[in-house]
Nanobody, 125 residues
Framework: QVQLVESGGGLAQAGGSLRLSCAAS????????MGWFRQAPGKEREFVAA????????VYTDSVKGRFTISRDNAKDTLYLQMNSLKPEDTAVYYC??????????????????WGQGTQVTVSS
């Protein structure tokens, strides 16, 4: 079992920044690729970004490329999402997730074994 706890959400103005954190506990954090997903009211959950076990590979959905950066600190068992140039359409509950599969990074939520409880991000215009 891996327990994941997100933090860092809140209210930001358009153009502003927020940094999300995801603290992991339980199993060895570096054994898991990690991802961020988000779900806006009335919409399906969507992939945001993923990072490999060592942090040397990352992938992003097109809408956040150049604005968001995913990173991890395996010594601290923590995943991050730096969000810059925020837009109102970034408003959603953001979830971190852990993927135990040893293969290419995935944008499919079904590939991820463990999920956090989510943190709300609200961007005002």
């Amino acid at each position: 079992q891996v327990q994941l706890v997100e933090s860092g959400g809140g209210l930001a103005q358009a153009g502003g920044s927020l940094r999300l954190s995801c603290a992991a506990s339980g199993r060895t954090f570096s054994n898991y690729a990690m991802g961020w997903f988000r779900q806006a009211p009335g919409k399906e959950r969507e992939f945001v970004a993923a990072i490999s076990r060592s942090g040397d590979r990352t992938v992003y959905t097109d809408s956040v490329k150049g604005r968001f950066t995913i990173s991890r600190d395996n010594a601290k068992d923590t995943l991050y999402l730096q969000m810059n140039s925020l837009k109102p359409e970034d408003t959603a509950v953001y979830y971190c997730a852990a993927d135990s599969y040893r293969g290419p990074l995935s944008s499919r939520g079904s590939r991820y074994n463990y999920w956090g409880q989510g943190t709300q991000v609200t961007v005002s215009s």
